[in-house]
């Protein structure tokens, strides 16, 4: 059975740091690009961060470029989520999913894209 579990979320104080952790379960873990979406209430989710486990490149978007670190334990089939620096405008639920790598020439973050998606983590940064 596939699934990608999400973990690490809670509260912090802004400038505070997070790590999450994204568990990936029933699937060839090196053919995929894991990417980290985050949802804010009455927002659109967007895409924020991913890594191709084929080649190890990563990708930030601008909003999290420089305090987010996206890495791979592939002996764990685990990506993770360092996040510092947070701040108010980064409370979302954190959601991390995958597409298959061999779909490298579409444009990132197009949510119907990703083949699997986890149930997503609840990060809350007080200000």
């Known amino acids: 059975e596939v699934q990608l579990v999400e973990s690490g979320g809670g509260l912090v104080q802004a400038g505070g740091s997070l790590r999450l952790s994204c568990a990936t379960f029933?699937?060839?873990?090196?053919?995929?690009?894991i990417a980290w979406f985050r949802q804010a209430p009455g927002k659109e989710r967007e895409g924020i961060s991913d890594?191709?486990?084929?080649?190890?490149?990563?990708y930030y978007a601008d909003s999290v470029k420089g305090r987010f670190t996206i890495s791979s334990d592939n002996a764990k089939k685990t990506v993770y989520l360092q996040m510092n620096s947070l701040k108010p405008e980064d409370t979302a639920v954190y959601y991390c999913a995958a597409r298959s790598s061999s779909r490298w020439y579409l444009e990132r973050f197009i949510l119907h894209e990703y083949d699997y998606w986890g149930l997503g983590t609840q990060v809350t940064v007080s200000s």
């Open positions: 890594i191709s486990m084929s080649d190890g490149t990563t």
């Open positions: 029933g699937f060839t873990f090196d053919d995929y690009t």
